[in-house]
């Protein structure tokens, strides 16, 4: 039998790059005197997998053929173990503690090998040093992007790391190397049964780590493990765990999260994918008490200055944790909920009545069908206007967790209106900095001119440098510290010189990619 992660990445086939899909984890291990692969999974020699790596050769021979990611097979069967030692040796300590990157057919390995030194006893007045270099790589497909190839040297420094802190420790490293060398040599001798698969069997708790940091990688992009019961190692994989949870044809990119945080304002607010007293479970022993804090006070309606005011933490604090969560898929980026927000249908939001969303909206609301819910926001329209026609103070709290259920899974999103002073008032120059500069033309001046009251004019002029369409309302009443009755009173006056338009704020909808 294939081992689930395997079986699950088969059947994800077009998924593998676009993923981050790993193929294999492998423990290589060089010395002054030989190199050795210790260690590598998935490992499964059964008739069903052979057959299928002969199948995927075969098919690899026509120049003609259409390639497909079936490059498990070729990571678990096509190469030996003395042919993997061979080129993932790292036999010099100059090249240790830096990225790690080879290429081999269409396959990328990459790790980040250490440098780990155990002593051997000689006598009780002496002691010798010997230095071995420990590289944990990952095999992946050719077609990676350079970001996730980044993110899997970062886990092969965690996990290396951690095994160099375990030997420093307690000998760990020298302790788990005697017991699984002997496999090996027993298999060079007579070949059965992979040695990998056998040190599973018999328990042993590096294999095993190994193993776990490769399932959990593999399944939901997450990794969170203890060497030796002792070090920890946290990772997240952002392509994946950003993407799996959701049914959609796009997918979310390291730097579409980057773009996201990058736009983060204290105006925003943070909306929680799980929920706080599960994720405060899930936080490490030594996790950040200022974190706890946060999710204390949590509520989709703050924005970050009042999230901080609460928890009593600094501004540039809570904007680290926020981020935190965001990288972590723990949370994504929202406006504060209220009446004036004007939601709309993502444009990708997967509608179909087979969708797995379905029958998760119907457990979470009884009482309501997701259909019917996702037509009233086929077109734009404010968030109190669905609270007008609901009747009762239950149900229109009812519709506050609908709407807090839908952003959580990217269902909808929300409208800003963006402000455009007219081509005939206006003339676009660029500073020194490159950065566009909106100012009036004659024809504006006079428009300004005719006006009698002094106040409106001032005010109006104070704004002119935010119409040209890449700021919000919300973001000019940050900026200038005003109020949107203020905004709403010097649009209306001024409204036949402005084009006034309805988009979504990058931050907040990144994953819709509009």
Known sequence: MLPNSLREAQNTKSNCHKHGQVLAVILSVSSSKNNNLLFRYPCDTSDELQDA?????ST???EFAVKNDDSYYEVTNQYSDNVLSTFLAVQSSQLANKPFDVKVDDVQFVGYPVSVKHRKKQSKETSSASLTNVNVVFALPESVTEATKACYHQLSQQVAMAIKHEESRCCYFCTQKKLMEPILED??????????????DKGYTLPKTLKNVFDQVSDTGIVYE????????????????????????????????????DLLRPYHAMLLLVEVRSLIKQLPTDSSPALVRLLRVYSAKKNL?????DSDLELSQIFKLVCHLVYWAKATVIYPLCEHNVYALSPNAPTSIKSHLVDEFNKAFPDYNLTEILSEFSFPSQFDEHQKVIDGRHRKSEMVKIVIWLL?????????????????????????????????NEAGKEQLAAVADTNSVAAFSDLIKYFDGTRHIEDIMYFQDINRCQVATIVDRFLPMLYKIQLADPATSYYAKV
């Open 187 to 200: 298999y060079r001798e007579d070949p059965c049964r992979h040695p990998s698969l056998i040190m599973l």
């Open 408 to 440: 959580k899974h990217r269902l909808l999103i929300q409208l800003h209106d963006y402000l455009y002073l007219k081509p005939s008032y206006c003339e676009i120059t660029t500073s020194a900095d490159g950065k566009r500069v909106v100012e009036l």
């Open 226 to 261: 203890l060497m030796n019961g002792w070090t920890e190692i946290n990772f997240c994989l952002p392509i994946k765990a950003h993407n799996l949870p959701f049914d959609s044809e796009l997918y979310i990119t390291e730097g579409d999260i980057d773009s996201c945080l």
């Open 60 to 62: 690899a021979r026509n």
């Open 305 to 309: 200055q009042e999230l901080a005011a």
């Open 53 to 57: 790596a002969a199948d995927s050769d």
